[in-house]
């Protein structure tokens, strides 16, 4: 169901949703997403779930392009400050880096969910990549937009490799953080 064509009442239902869908995620990771208990939690019948989303990966994927959605617009109103292009762009991926370490079940939940290769899921990443490419450009006001926006689909490609490995117990936190670092130091030398 698009978005622009929802009742106020079943847009506040679909919030309601995401909503307990991103709580059971932060309790308890992937697994805890239950549809069943997603429905419970927001007071809505199972099958309202199934008329916004056609799995719980679809759900979860919706539920992160929504808070990139949210954090566009923070940013939008209180851009990354730095004296350089890599510094910003560091300061947009520390940013974003702090939301996935203060909620790491919720974030294990959302990359893992986003390497689904379900077909609702591609829509919501396409969506997600031209937000996450959109705050990264928007970092770097002294590149070229060309190589911009290729800078910005590489390092979001770094990033995503590096949270994927994170989330899946290969490195840490603070490898990701370093490795973020060294790709954006490279990539705007």
């Known amino acids: 169901m698009n978005l622009e064509e ?14 307990s869908a991103l709580e059971l995620a932060s309790e308890g ?13 927001a007071q809505v019948a199972l099958g309202t779930i199934y008329r916004y989303f056609s ?11 929504e808070l990139w959605r949210k954090q566009s617009e923070r940013l939008k109103a209180h851009p990354a400050k730095g004296e350089s292009d890599a510094e910003r ?20 939940a959302l990359v893992t969910a986003s390497s689904s290769p379900d077909p609702a899921v591609r829509e919501c990443q ?4 031209g937000i996450m490419d959109e705050v990264l450009g928007a970092a770097m006001s002294d590149v070229e937009p060309t190589r911009r ?10 990033w995503f490799a590096w949270l994927l490995g994170w989330v899946n117990g290969w490195n840490d936190a603070p490898t990701v953080s370093a490795q973020l670092e ?7 030398a």
């Open 29 to 41: 990771g992937y697994d805890a997403v239950q549809m069943r208990e997603v429905a419970i939690s």
């Open 126 to 129: 396409s969506e997600l990549m």
């Open 89 to 108: 762009v560091m300061s947009v991926l520390n940013r974003s880096m702090r939301g996935a370490l203060n909620d790491p079940q919720r974030t294990q």
């Open 6 to 19: 929802m009742t106020p009442n079943q847009s506040a239902r679909r919030d309601r949703v995401i909503e």
């Open 182 to 188: 060294t790709a954006t130091r490279l990539l705007l």
């Open 149 to 158: 926006d290729q800078i910005a689909v590489t390092l979001r490609q770094v």
């Open 55 to 65: 799995s719980k990966d679809h759900l979860l994927a919706a539920a992160q392009l």
